[in-house]
């Protein structure tokens, strides 16, 4: 293949059957994808990364917008189709001034890693001052290993280089592309096309890239735990799960749509839903079907909760008629609802199969209240909703919460229809749910995790007894977030049902 484009790095055989283009960002190489790249060739993938124009000893073009190095990149779009297209940070924006080159019927699985869509000017001249600060100080290897315990020698080596052999001023870079606005690029992504946005852990990263891509129906945002801004560097495989159309999310997330962990091939399922002012992730913690037995592990992200557009009213039937395609797509093993999410799957269970066994787990879900508990909860998310917790205010109140879990429970508030904090309330008057246990099919075994009647209260373990059919227990020392602070009782609560 001949190109215009001068200056690449190559791995696979060009004979291959499949492509991959690989883009790299600012103050970076072709070569801070080797290790996706090796990985991609070895599955029979012929993999190019050009060097940006002014990154490698490459001169720069005549001006700094992201759409000049994009246009650099054209030819190769022009001299062929690929079936991967990545990149990185900055790249991750030429790749989204690509899309209307991309193939307008060929599938294509198109990957940003951590990229910056939009940017304040105050978070630019923080940015700016960042890179400026690497080409001045000139960091070792040692160094960014010291900074980054996850990379390889090989890995800070490549950021060394990066660095040192570019011909790009890093104010041009920022200042050339002013202002910081590439959202509305989403809208030339062809329908063939399959686009992922990886994200950096919010505490190592931050959450606005998370908002940014939510308001996008048809972009998958994942984010990575543990990951920095150099996902390519630190959990590598994992930009290769969507790119490569690997569906075994393990660690992944995805607001507006289910978050999955384990094999869609897997022989059994269960599914869990979270409560108000919450998300999918409620569950991320030591839940652990897939790694232990085998379950594909699917929780859905409720109307008005994770940037998903609430539903036309905040009754608990209508979230739970939202899920009946679940339950129309595959019979599950285990049904898990905490909370709010607890009457969702009450409201489900005339749903479940009558012959094929579940296991069905309320997490200390309130069945019955009163007017004044309602007022009283509900003036606790208000609350919560205008103060702003930090993940350190929760883990001052909860000592058996992980930092990971906080910083869920702080993302889980902003990332709601606000709306919803007095519409699910005022919207299930009057608060009354017991009837629906007499829809469980004689198949189902229902277990009503409890929390301690220190930090809970006693009136759901009077409900749950009402039902002879219901197995009541008591959780000794958790609070209302069980799943945080003793999720493997929900497991094996859950796995008790079916050995039974």
Same mark, same amino acid.
């Given at each position: 293949?001949?190109?215009?484009?001068?200056?690449?790095?190559?791995?696979?055989?060009?004979?291959?059957?499949?492509?991959?283009?690989?883009?790299?960002?600012?103050?970076?190489?072709?070569?801070?994808?080797?290790?996706?790249?090796?990985?991609?060739?070895?599955?029979?993938?012929?993999?190019?990364?050009?060097?940006?124009?002014?990154?490698?000893?490459?001169?720069?073009?005549?001006?700094?917008?992201?759409?000049?190095?994009?246009?650099?990149?054209?030819?190769?779009?022009?001299?062929?189709?690929?079936?991967?297209?990545?990149?990185?940070?900055?790249?991750?924006?030429?790749?989204?001034?690509?899309?209307?080159?991309?193939?307008?019927?060929?599938?294509?699985?198109?990957?940003?890693?951590?990229?910056?869509?939009?940017?304040?000017?105050?978070?630019?001249?923080?940015?700016?001052?960042?890179?400026?600060?690497?080409?001045?100080?000139?960091?070792?290897?040692?160094?960014?290993?010291?900074?980054?315990?996850?990379?390889?020698?090989?890995?800070?080596?490549?950021?060394?280089?990066?660095?040192?052999?570019?011909?790009?001023?890093?104010?041009?870079?920022?200042?050339?592309?002013?202002?910081?606005?590439?959202?509305?690029?989403?809208?030339?992504?062809?329908?063939?096309?399959?686009?992922?946005?990886?994200?950096?852990?919010?505490?190592?990263?931050?959450?606005?890239?998370?908002?940014?891509?939510?308001?996008?129906?048809?972009?998958?945002?994942?984010?990575?735990?543990?990951?920095?801004?150099?996902?390519?560097?630190?959990?590598?495989?994992?930009?290769?799960?969507?790119?490569?159309?690997?569906?075994?999310?393990?660690?992944?997330?995805?607001?507006?749509?289910?978050?999955?962990?384990?094999?869609?091939?897997?022989?059994?399922?269960?599914?869990?839903?979270?409560?108000?002012?919450?998300?999918?992730?409620?569950?991320?913690?030591?839940?652990?079907?897939?790694?232990?037995?085998?379950?594909?592990?699917?929780?859905?992200?409720?109307?008005?909760?994770?940037?998903?557009?609430?539903?036309?009213?905040?009754?608990?039937?209508?979230?739970?008629?939202?899920?009946?395609?679940?339950?129309?797509?595959?019979?599950?093993?285990?049904?898990?609802?905490?909370?709010?999410?607890?009457? &969702?799957?009450?409201?489900?269970?005339?749903?479940?199969?009558?012959?094929?066994?579940?296991?069905?787990?309320? &997490?200390?879900?309130?069945?019955?209240?009163?007017?004044?508990?309602?007022?009283?909860?509900?003036?606790?998310?208000?609350?919560?909703?205008?103060?702003?917790?930090?993940?350190?205010?929760?883990?001052?109140?909860?000592?058996?919460?992980?930092?990971?879990?906080?910083?869920?429970?702080?993302?889980?508030?902003?990332?709601?229809?606000?709306?919803?904090?007095?519409?699910?309330?005022?919207?299930?008057?009057?608060?009354?749910?017991?009837?629906?246990?007499?829809?469980?099919?004689?198949?189902?075994?229902?277990?009503?995790?409890?929390?301690?009647?220190?930090?809970?209260?006693?009136?759901?373990?009077?409900?749950?007894?009402?039902?002879?059919?219901?197995?009541?227990?008591?959780?000794?020392?958790?609070?209302?977030?069980?799943?945080?602070?003793?999720?493997?009782?929900?497991?094996?609560?859950?796995?008790?049902?079916?050995?039974?």
């Amino acid at each position: 293949m001949t190109v215009a484009v001068p200056s690449a790095s190559q791995w696979g055989s060009p004979t291959a059957s499949r492509r991959a283009l690989l883009i790299h960002g600012s103050n970076s190489s072709s070569h801070t994808f080797h290790r996706v790249a090796s990985a991609l060739a070895a599955k029979g993938y012929f993999v190019i990364a050009p060097n940006l124009t002014g990154h490698v000893l490459r001169q720069p073009r005549v001006d700094f917008q992201v759409q000049a190095s994009a246009n650099d990149l054209v030819p190769y779009l022009q001299a062929a189709e690929y079936d991967i297209v990545i990149g990185h940070s900055m790249g991750g924006l030429v790749v989204l001034s690509l899309l209307k080159f991309l193939s307008k019927t060929r599938p294509t699985s198109v990957v940003l890693v951590d990229s910056l869509v939009e940017l304040t000017a105050e978070q630019i001249a923080h940015r700016r001052d960042m890179s400026s600060s690497d080409a001045t100080t000139n960091p070792t290897a040692e160094d960014y290993m010291a900074l980054n315990p996850l990379w390889t020698r090989e890995d800070a080596i490549w950021r060394v280089l990066g660095t040192r052999i570019g011909r790009v001023n890093h104010d041009y870079h920022m200042n050339g592309n002013v202002p910081w606005s590439f959202s509305h690029m989403f809208a030339h992504k062809p329908a063939a096309a399959a686009l992922t946005f990886l994200i950096a852990d919010p505490r190592l990263g931050d959450a606005s890239k998370l908002e940014t891509v939510a308001k996008f129906k048809d972009v998958r945002a994942v984010i990575v735990p543990n990951a920095s801004h150099w996902i390519q560097y630190e959990f590598p495989e994992v930009i290769l799960l969507p790119a490569t159309h690997s569906f075994m999310y393990y660690i992944s997330i995805s607001w507006g749509s289910p978050h999955q962990w384990g094999s869609p091939s897997a022989s059994r399922r269960a599914l869990l839903i979270h409560g108000l002012n919450s998300s999918s992730h409620t569950f991320h913690r030591r839940l652990p079907f897939h790694n232990i037995i085998g379950y594909l592990v699917i929780a859905p992200n409720l109307p008005g909760h994770a940037l998903r557009e609430p539903a036309v009213d905040f009754q608990v039937q209508t979230l739970a008629n939202d899920l009946l395609p679940y339950l129309q797509a595959a019979e599950y093993d285990i049904v898990i609802g905490h909370s709010m999410g607890g009457l &969702v799957v009450l409201s489900l269970l005339k749903y479940l199969p009558k012959t094929r066994p579940t296991s069905v787990v309320l &997490v200390d879900s309130s069945v019955e209240l009163t007017a004044e508990q309602i007022a009283h909860r509900r003036d606790m998310s208000s609350n919560d909703a205008k103060t702003n917790p930090t993940a350190e205010d929760y883990m001052a109140l909860n000592p058996l919460w992980t930092r990971e879990d906080a910083i869920w429970r702080v993302l889980g508030i902003p990332l709601q229809n606000h709306n919803g904090v007095d519409g699910f309330p005022q919207g299930n008057v009057p608060w009354s749910f017991s009837h629906l246990f007499a829809d469980k099919p004689a198949a189902a075994a229902l277990t009503f995790l409890i929390a301690d009647p220190r930090f809970g209260d006693t009136s759901k373990l009077e409900i749950a007894a009402k039902f002879k059919d219901v197995r009541a227990v008591i959780v000794p020392n958790a609070s209302h977030w069980i799943q945080y602070e003793f999720p493997e009782v929900i497991v094996e609560e859950a796995l008790r049902n079916i050995k039974e």
